[in-house]
Structure formats: C-alpha cells, structure tokens
C-alpha cells in the first residue's frame, strides 16, 4: 500500500472508532442506534441502516421520486440525529447525490456507507468506483456490493472486477467488499466465498420476497456468519408485503444472532421515527 493511502486509511480507520457508541451498549434490549461491529470488517455502523431504494429501478426510488434531493438528505441527517449511522445506496437507486447533498451536514467519518455496482470486468470496476467517489464527494467507500447476483456462478463471471475491489481494499479506497443474492444457488455461492466480507440477504419469518424457504435460507446464513462474515438483512418487511406485519418481521430479525444489522426503506420522517421506537419493543 502507497504511503498517502496507508497514512489515508489509518485516519479513515481512526475516525470510525469515534463513531457515537451506543448508550444502551449493556442492556439486553436492541436499539436501532445500537454500534454494532460487521463481521471481521472492523466497521462499525448502527443496528439499522437507511434504505434509500425501495423499489430502485433505473437510478430511481420511492425515496428519490417522492423526497428528491433535499428530503432525502433530510431523511438521512434526522436518522443520524437519531443515532442512525448507516446509509445503504445504490447506482440502481440513483441516491449517491442524495448522500453527496446530506454529507454536507454530517462529518464523512462519522457515517457508514454502503453501496452496490454491477460492474462485472475489470475495467468496469474501477470507473464505477470512481464515479461513485465523485457521485457522493468522498474518498474511499465503506462497503461494495456486486449488486443483485442470480447466477450460482457469479464468482467466476465476476471475478476481474472482484479483484479490482480487493486491490482497492488493499488501497484504503474500499474498506469491505461483499455481495447482495437472489437465488439460494446465489446464496450458496456467497457462503463458499472467501472474498465475500459482506452479504446482504433477504430474511423475513414469513418468507416473503427471499432467496428459498426461510428452512433454507437461515442455515446458509448462519453458517457465513460462523465463517466470520458480515450478514446485513434486507427485504425485512418482504419489499413491503408484510407492511401490516412489521412487529412480526421486527420481532423475528431481532431475534437472529446471526444478523448484525439490517436495512429498511424509510419513505419519510414519519416511518423513521415510528422505526426508532418500535426496534426496542420487539427486542424484548
């Protein structure tokens, strides 16, 4: 690693442990605010992420059509006035301008943000990474996913463009790198992946929305977890199917050790602050 990077990333690596520890660090009871660590990354974000890409489709949202720019950098800073340390964006969403407008009131350092590419070659790779630096007006990433992988096979498909996220790693321009599936054959892949830090997996009690059977599902991810890595949970409300069993879904993913953290696609301040105060309710 070149010096300026190394010294680079040190202070990206310092400023992460001053994010705000949690206040509820010895209760039993879970908190959306609550600093958890994602796998053996070293970062540490809160318990809930902001999802900024419910229904994202062609670098468009519910987040993006309905709050634009400004109301989605409001959304984002008024969760981490909450404690909410944790953005989850997307190229598909089009929402790294919406974290580029909230990061002029909140200090980079003090945010985890997490984004998703389907580059798949080499060259790809590193003008998505690039772009997405200048699209949110920030150095380094904290997490990368390859985006919404179907194909039992994507290890090998996407396998120049993964080795240019681990040359970034190695760099300090990308802390983590991981994956999002769609399919248990997707899934399975993940789990035998040792270039895989992170998963972003669906899990909800009810099956909604996921990659198989919750049977199916839950074994593979707690085996990833058992290997040291991250698991963050998606499509907790099942993509909005099971909006009128939110205290179920909450209920359940708080109950799975195996989930550090998990996101949410908030649509207004309205459904954050009702998130914050339900969290705690269902852990119990």
Sequence with gaps: MKRRRFLQYSAVAA?????????????KTKYANDIVTLGRTGIRASRLAMGTGTHGVN?????????????????????????????DSADQYGTHPHL??????????????????????AEEMRADIDRFRQEIGTDYLDIVLLHFMTDPDWPTKK???????????????????????????????AANSDWVQ???ARINP?????????????????RMHDQGKSVIGMK???????RDKADECLKYVLAQDYVDAFTIGQENQDEMKDLIQRIPKMSL
């Excluded at 970034?168 to 991981?178: D, F, K, N, P």
């Excluded at 009810?206 to 707690?222: C, H, N, S, W």
Aim: charged content about 25%; glycine content about 10%; proline content about 2%.
């Design 198 to 200: 992170v998963d972003l």
């Design 236 to 242: 907790i409300f099942g993509a909005g199917q099971l």
């Design 159 to 189: 396998q120049a463009g993964m080795e240019v996220l681990a040359e970034m790693r190695e760099q300090g321009i990308v802390r983590a790198h991981g994956v999002s599936c769609h399919t248990l054959g997707a899934l399975e892949a």
């Design 100 to 121: 580029k407008k909230a990061l002029k009131r909140v200090p980079r350092e003090k945010v985890v943000i997490l984004t998703k590419t389907h580059a798949t070659t």
């Design 206 to 222: 009810f099956g909604a929305r996921m990659d198989d059977t919750v049977e199916k599902v839950v074994p593979i991810l707690k």
């Design 15 to 27: 400023g992460a442990a001053f994010l705000p520890i949690s206040v509820h660090a010895e209760s």
């Design 59 to 87: 670098r468009r949202s519910n987040q993006t059509r309905k709050l634009g720019i400004e109301g989605v950098a409001d959304l984002l800073y008024g969760a981490y006035e909450q404690g909410i340390t944790f953005w």
